[in-house]
């Protein structure tokens, strides 16, 4: 939680646009009684994406094991940015809590101590942590799943066996129904489960464990928390995962997407069109072991844990070594790479056109890889405990007590690079949030003083000024800075007696159709106003010159 706290740089909306919704969205349910509905899809065309109703914003509404703990939350201690902060770090240290258990369930409370180490400084889940966001509650019923199933597939009693399946399956519902990724563990288990019965079948070895057929009535007992409301506002116990599917159709659409997609043929009869990024596009990032520069979009900028992902590939090769004899390798191994696989090639949708196979994907931005934070850290935490075991079990002579202490000094070796990679990677991610904060609230602090003038921004940036003011005095009137959308020479010749600001957002400096600089196209084209404010926050330069966030303000008379 330390760590955590230390990074956390403050309600600023800097990996996607969500975290700033999911406040408008908290604050319409706290503040202003607005409930959620969801009787606006009882009468929907399933199949029809063009539908202007998957392109909104209310797939976020869906997310209902993050959205009704924080409504409750913010009832209960009073609506801020920094409350709901706090449950997401709640459920960091739950997560952090099941990773410990399940390294020490597998091998020793060694492991369990490394375990904990290593994910309080895993930097996907430290930023994720102080970001308003789904993805750590998730993954922290995740790990909690992972962790039950683990006590199911290890325990002799068919009591106890049920139990620990279902309450597997309840935890695997609940990540579900908090973020879409939260299913990938469920999806995983089908999978192991029908290797399992086909491993039984060739061996003619009927042993199969039929109770943990269990843990998809967890799961459907889990996703039923959603699921009844859903039924009994539209009509549909399954409206999440269709509308979920309606959204990906409606932003691949080209007609919304705006752009084409790139398409590998392979065999002359399967099409991989990937309508976001390239096959190599998210492997690239693993080469990166100390970042050296801002990536164009936010949501590239935070997973810079190439170390520890090469770390969890040798160390997963330790693993399979048999003399260390550590519990479910061959599970956990394939769990790690099952993720990678998951969030690189998973098919989104798949068609048949023209006599081939088409296999629609996106790659994943790398946020998403919070879900390689449990088998990362696990797989490692095993593999460093088991390295400490190598050696003589006595010091009989000086050789035998050098033999021993290499291990250990391996451990300790290679446990240091993984902690200052990631400490590293986290001061260079933090400081540019921090910096970022610091220019939002320098645009906060210079719409206040000129409280009767227009201002324009990016459409981001104005986003997060208002955001900030508006939180700071709850019920207020806020800033409303404008938000500028065309940045066409007709368009800001229009704009008089008024302030434009550049820069600033850790949100893209980019065009409203993201196919240019936002700076570029505004300054390019005010040739005939000079600047006023030109400010680049100090901490930002400390890390270098391509990570100061800078905010020009011109006026145009």
Not at 119 to 139: G, K, N
Not at 155 to 174: D, E, F, P, Q, W
Not at 277 to 300: A, E, H, K, N, Q
Request: proline share 5%; hydrophobic share 50%; glycine share 8%.
């Amino acid at each position: 939680m330390l760590v955590r706290l230390y990074y956390y740089a403050g309600p600023i909306f800097a990996n996607s646009p969500e975290d700033g919704l999911f406040l408008d969205l908290f604050a319409n349910a706290v503040l202003h009684n607005a409930p959620i509905s969801f009787t606006a899809y009882r009468n929907i065309t399933w199949g029809n994406y063009s539908n202007p109703i998957f392109g909104t914003t209310g797939i976020l509404d869906f997310y209902g094991g993050f959205i009704w703990p924080e409504i409750f939350i913010l009832d209960v201690f009073g609506f801020s940015a920094s409350a709901a902060i706090g449950y997401i770090i709640l459920t960091s240290m739950i997560e952090g809590l099941f990773i410990v258990l399940i390294t020490e369930h597998l091998y020793d409370i060694k492991a369990g101590i490394i375990g904990g180490i290593l994910f309080a400084f895993f930097p996907v889940d430290v930023l994720f942590s102080t970001q308003i966001h789904p993805l750590v509650p998730a993954m922290a019923f995740l790990s909690g799943s992972f962790y039950f199933f683990l006590l199911g597939l290890d325990t002799n009693k068919n009591n106890r066996k049920a139990t620990y399946y279902v309450i597997s399956g309840l935890l695997a519902g609940l990540s579900y129904i908090t973020n879409p990724l939260g299913l990938a563990f469920i999806l995983f288990v089908v999978v192991y489960l029908f290797l399992i019965f086909v491993r039984s079948v060739l061996r003619k070895n009927w042993s199969f464990d039929y109770y943990a057929l269990l843990i998809f009535a967890g799961f459907i007992l889990g996703f039923s928390f959603t699921g009844v409301l859903y039924f009994a506002q539209a009509g549909n116990f399954f409206l999440y995962p269709l509308y979920d599917h309606g959204v990906f159709m409606w932003q691949v659409t080209p007609a919304n997407y705006g752009g084409g997609a790139t398409d590998y043929t392979l065999f002359g009869i399967i099409t991989l069109e990937y309508v976001y990024g390239s096959p190599t596009y998210f492997p690239v990032l693993f080469f990166r072991i100390f970042p050296d520069y801002i990536m164009p979009l936010p949501d590239y900028n935070i997973s810079y844990f190439a170390l520890t992902f090469y770390a969890a590939i040798t160390f997963s090769a330790v693993l399979l070594l048999k003399r260390f004899k550590i519990k479910h390798t061959y599970m956990l191994v394939g769990f790690f790479v099952f993720c990678v696989w998951l969030i690189n090639l998973f098919p989104s949708n798949i068609s048949f056109h023209d006599g081939t196979i088409d296999f629609l994907l996106i790659t994943m931005i790398p946020y998403l890889a919070t879900l390689l934070t449990l088998p990362i850290t696990v797989i490692s935490a095993l593999a460093l405990a088991a390295i400490l075991d190598i050696g003589p079990k006595k010091r009989k002579n000086k050789l035998t007590g050098i033999l021993k202490s290499a291990p250990t000094l391996a451990v300790i070796i290679l446990l240091g690079a993984i902690m200052l990679t990631d400490v590293y990677a986290l001061n260079f991610d933090i400081a540019y949030y921090r910096a970022s904060m610091a220019t939002v609230n320098y645009l906060v602090a210079f719409a206040t003083r000129h409280p009767s003038s227009m201002i324009y921004a990016n459409p981001i940036m104005a986003g997060e000024a208002n955001y900030i003011d508006g939180f700071k005095r709850i019920n207020a009137t806020a800033l409303q800075i404008n938000y500028l959308y065309n940045t066409s020479f007709a368009y800001l010749s229009g704009i008089r007696n008024a302030y434009i600001a550049v820069g600033g957002s850790l949100s893209l400096e980019t065009s409203p159709a993201v196919t240019e600089n936002f700076a570029s196209a505004v300054e390019g084209n005010l040739t005939d106003s000079e600047p006023i404010v030109n400010y680049s926050n100090p901490l930002g330069q400390y890390w270098g010159s391509k990570l100061a966030p800078r905010l020009v303000i011109y006026y145009r008379k």
